[in-house]
């Protein structure tokens, strides 16, 4: 089936098995690489992805779900070289190890801080819910939200 | 700390929270781990495993699959039998060690064993195939506890050894009969250490490709030892080691589970060699589960000798270790770690240990963050525990009544050990101050008064780090570096070590740039490619800076030297000094910077006498010891006595790793290990039913701590630094796991002691909780 969507500003158009994984159409036919596998059963949060404005685990999603979306991943984030703030925050605070979770983190962080331009340190927590950190032990994502947060409020 | 040459102030970044120069390409998602790695023509494996823990393969038909769309390969474990066996690099005397082909011959021994693969031009056909395989088994009774593996009649897991013994080991430490016979109290207790999944959140994936004319192969694979996988692999293909190149790309966690060497690592070279074409294969999380190792699995009976006054005498352990249904990389050793380190951070001189190895129906034990360590720490710390409840002895005044005295170190242990330094009291009192014990106690009295289930735990772990000396380890305790000063003066640094999340990217930066008084931005950390970087052992038991740092460290210590002398001929002086990133003469104060020095020595236009051109030193480093890292934690918990639910009120953790290269780093290690900790003390468990189904296989059954579910971790610290070696660290990566387990359970077991509980085994599940409020109520 023949799709069509906008991903990171680019257009793309591809003809898919309908069975295709929208986390595999990014990785493998967009050469999006950025977002990644955890699990393939929407249980790790390590593939998700923006898909018109919210964040979805692109492994719960086929491709031919997302003609016609518009969908950001990690890659698409920073613009012209700036980092996102959210990305300079994990960078300041150590928000990451392996770096793994880390694109999937990000994009469910930015859900998290639009929808809790001040969040508390519980609803970061259950916000985060959904996506597994074997490395941090998470005080330090915590930590990049909230000083991700007390930048956009300067 | 500054220093000042020729009039520059060069912060030291030594000691600096600097965030890691290896972040920029993981927010931003462009870096490289082995599924990212796409090559022309490449196809893709999918195994078919075995549903069944113990089975007579009967027949296996192929022919669907061979003709379903895409696929170009089916194999057998007829076909790759000539492969050499999956290695066991551990030995102990009288080690029954089972041959592991990679793909099973004739029987299968755990679910999830490898019994055919197939190739396909992609995933999905692959898979399809895959479900194409029919393989007919006769199922064969099978085992999967280990203590009932060991008990007469079970099903033998290998026929060859009937009684299901791996392996035994005893040790002897000074006089333990006599300790037992003095002491006042004996107190007993059995308590397990129940397997575990190290789950890193990458799993595992290999992408292999031969170069016939060459009779070259290239191996990604996401791996800490990137140096044995290719020793070790070369040799079960029976390639040239110089012609098998192992890169390893980024990792996405490891945690032990990727200190190893698997089935699939070698089936895919051999694969790329038959098809002749690039192979992937990536685990999916449910072959993760399955088919990576498994940590601990340890059932320990504990017995502690002791005077009245809390001294304790003497220690007696009995391991039953889970093995599983073979030995993988370290399998038999990871127990005998729990040996060494068995009296924790106490002075007693007499201990007895004896383990046994069971096989059972199952994925293999190997090494999960801590590797014995964990066990045994959890072992003692319970034991104080316990022994301070029999005595009514407060818990940490019995630990401060035990511990090594400051002036004991160096300190030989009855196991063998010589503990390199410690202050043990140090951050038992720093801890006991943050909680402030004395109201915490009055408070927690007040509480139950009310009702309420709050208790107190307390974990004075000690373990060993630095892994290791040779002569302690399996593969050489060793490891290198090659530090090269390029002509522009900018420094590239190869470490043998692996790290994949540790952040020697920029700790190693911070300790070239201190001694060439240069900038971090000027130094460039490259690890993980056999044929860039020189033989290395890899990262793992908290190995990383303390060996592999050290390494750089001495091999800048060579290239000092060596600028001094191209300083010196370029100032014609003989009298210079190398500092703040200038070589200076010390009588007219001209100086020379590095970048011009370096281009000296590689133009060569005046060679130093009995000097070489370039800038370049490799080291390899043989620590003279382990390092002992230390610390206290101690946990405040409150039970929902409805629920049974263990909730963590506080977390304090006073670490002691020596000196602090990258506090920030120190800090993100501990919390991970803490929260690795507090997921096996309260959820996580790997569990098998009696035919060795693993019933906990799937994220949806096993429980990894997610964000909610960590307490708030309050972290800091004493600095004791190792004498091991000259940076004075000792290491931090398993410290958090090692420490944590006994301070939730001890917490817990606190709070529930008006029922007179005394213990319980981990994983503390509300389940678990619930039935005992509710027998006691
Ligand atoms: S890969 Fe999609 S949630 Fe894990
Ligand atoms: S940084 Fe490794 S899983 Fe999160």
Redesign the pocket.
């Known amino acids: 089936m023949k799709i069509t969507c906008t991903i990171n500003g680019k257009t793309y158009s591809n003809d898919v098995e309908t069975r295709l994984l929208l986390?595999h159409y990014l990785r493998e036919v967009a050469q999006l690489t950025g977002s990644?596998?955890?699990?393939?059963?929407?249980?790790?949060?390590?593939?998700?992805v923006e898909v018109n404005g919210k964040a979805v685990?692109?492994?719960?999603m086929f491709a031919v779900q997302a003609d016609g979306a518009k969908i950001t991943t990690i890659e698409g984030l920073a613009s012209n070289g700036t980092l996102h703030p959210l990305q300079e925050a994990f960078w300041n605070e150590h928000g990451l190890q392996c770096g793994f979770c880390t694109p999937?983190m990000i994009m469910a962080s930015k859900q998290i801080l639009e929808r809790y331009p001040n969040p508390t340190e519980d609803e970061i927590r259950h916000g985060l819910a959904?996506n597994v950190c074997r490395c941090t032990g998470y005080q330090h994502i915590v930590n990049a939200l909230k000083a991700a947060a007390a930048g956009a409020r300067k | 700390m500054a220093t000042t040459i020729a009039g520059v102030e060069k912060e030291k970044l030594v000691g600096k929270r600097l965030r890691r120069r290896e972040d920029p390409r993981l927010i931003t998602g462009t870096a490289t781990y082995v599924d990212d790695i796409h090559l022309e023509d490449m196809q893709y494996a999918a195994i078919v495993r075995s549903p069944h823990a113990a089975a007579r393969i009967l027949s296996i038909e192929i022919a669907a699959a061979q003709n379903s769309p895409g696929v170009i390969a089916v194999f057998t474990g007829k076909d790759t039998e000539k492969v050499g066996g999956v290695p066991c690099g551990a030995s102990l005397p009288g080690l029954r060690v089972p041959h592991h082909n990679v793909l099973a011959v004739g029987r299968v021994y755990f679910v999830g064993h490898p019994v055919a693969v197939v190739v396909a031009k992609d995933r999905y056909m692959a898979q399809d195939a895959a479900d194409l395989v029919e393989v007919n088994y006769e199922p064969l009774p099978a085992v999967a506890d280990p203590e009932k593996a060991l008990a007469p009649g079970a099903a033998p897991v290998h026929p060859e050894w009937p009684d299901n013994v791996a392996f035994t080991f005893h040790q002897d430490g000074g006089d333990v009969d006599k300790a037992f016979a003095e002491a006042d109290v004996v107190v007993k207790q059995r308590i397990t250490s129940q397997r575990l999944i190290p789950m890193a959140m990458e799993t595992r994936g290999v992408v292999a490709e031969w170069h016939g004319a060459d009779r070259q192969l290239n191996l990604y694979t996401s791996t800490q030892i990137p140096h044995l996988v290719r020793t070790l692999v070369a040799t079960m293909l029976g390639l040239d080691e110089n012609r098998v190149r192992v890169i390893t790309p980024e990792v996405g966690g490891g945690f032990g589970s990727k200190l190893n060497v698997y089935a699939e690592e070698a089936l895919m070279g051999w694969i790329a060699q038959k098809i002749q074409k690039p192979v992937k294969w990536i685990e999916t999380?449910r072959e993760n589960f399955l088919c990576t190792i498994h940590g601990r699995g340890h059932v320990d009976y504990y017995e502690l000798a002791a005077k009245r006054d809390g001294t304790i005498l003497g220690i007696k352990l009995k391991i039953i270790q889970d093995v599983g249904a073979y030995h993988q990389l370290l399998t038999p050793a990871i127990p005998t770690l729990s040996v060494l380190m068995m009296p924790g951070i106490y002075k007693t001189q007499n201990i007895r240990a004896d383990i046994v190895g069971a096989f059972t129906n199952c994925m293999p034990t190997d090494a999960y963050r801590g590797a014995g360590r964990p066990e045994a720490t959890h072992g003692i710390e319970r034991m104080v525990d316990i022994l301070a409840d029999e005595l009514q002895i407060d818990p940490a005044e019995i630990r401060l009544k035990n511990f090594v005295a400051n002036d004991q170190f160096p300190f030989h242990t009855a196991t063998g050990l010589m503990y390199d330094s410690g202050n043990y009291a140090a951050p038992l009192k720093k801890a006991l101050d943050l909680v402030d014990y004395g109201k915490l106690r009055q408070e927690q009295a007040d509480a139950r008064k009310q009702g309420k289930w709050i208790g107190i735990g307390i974990s004075t772990y000690g373990e060993i780090c630095a892994i290791g000396p040779s002569p302690a380890t399996p593969a050489g305790g060793w490891e290198s570096a090659t530090v090269k000063i390029e002509p522009s003066g900018k420094v590239t640094i190869m470490t043998g070590a692996c790290p994949h999340g540790q952040g020697e990217e920029t700790t190693f930066a911070q300790i070239a740039a201190d001694e060439l008084g240069i900038s971090v931005d000027d130094v460039l950390v490259v690890r993980g490619d056999t044929s860039i970087v020189q033989y290395g052992i890899g990262t793992f038991g908290s190995r990383g800076t303390a060996i592999g740092g050290t390494a750089v460290y001495f091999a800048l210590q060579d290239l000092k030297e060596k600028i001094k002398k191209f300083g010196a001929v370029l100032l014609e002086s003989d009298d210079v000094t190398f500092s703040g990133g200038n070589v200076v003469c010390n009588k007219t104060g001209q100086s020379k910077s590095l970048p011009e020095v370096a281009a000296s020595a590689y133009r060569a236009m005046k060679l130093p006498p009995n000097t070489e051109p370039g800038l370049v030193s490799t080291r390899f480093w043989e620590p003279p010891n382990f390092t002992f890292p230390f610390g206290t934690h101690i946990v405040v918990s409150e039970i929902d006595g409805q629920t049974g639910e263990v909730k963590i009120r506080r977390y304090v953790a006073v670490d002691d790793c020596g000196n602090r290269i990258n506090p920030l780093i120190i800090d993100g290690q501990v919390h991970g290990g803490i929260a690795q900790g507090i997921g096996q003390a309260l959820w996580e468990q790997a569990v098998y039913d009696d035919n060795g189904q693993l019933l906990s296989g799937e994220l949806t059954d096993y429980a990894v701590p997610r964000a909610h579910m960590m307490p708030w971790i309050e972290s800091e610290h004493t600095t004791t630094p190792s004498p091991v070696n000259p940076l004075g660290v000792k290491g931090v990566g398993e410290a958090g796991t090692i420490g944590c387990s006994p301070a939730v359970v001890n917490s817990v077991v606190d709070a529930l002691s008006p029922l007179g509980v005394r213990h319980i085994d981990m994983p503390l599940t509300p389940e678990k909780i619930w039935h005992i409020l509710s027998k006691g109520a």
């Open positions: 986390i990644h596998v955890g699990c393939e059963t929407s249980l790790c949060g390590a593939c998700t685990k692109s492994c719960t999937g959904g | 999380r």
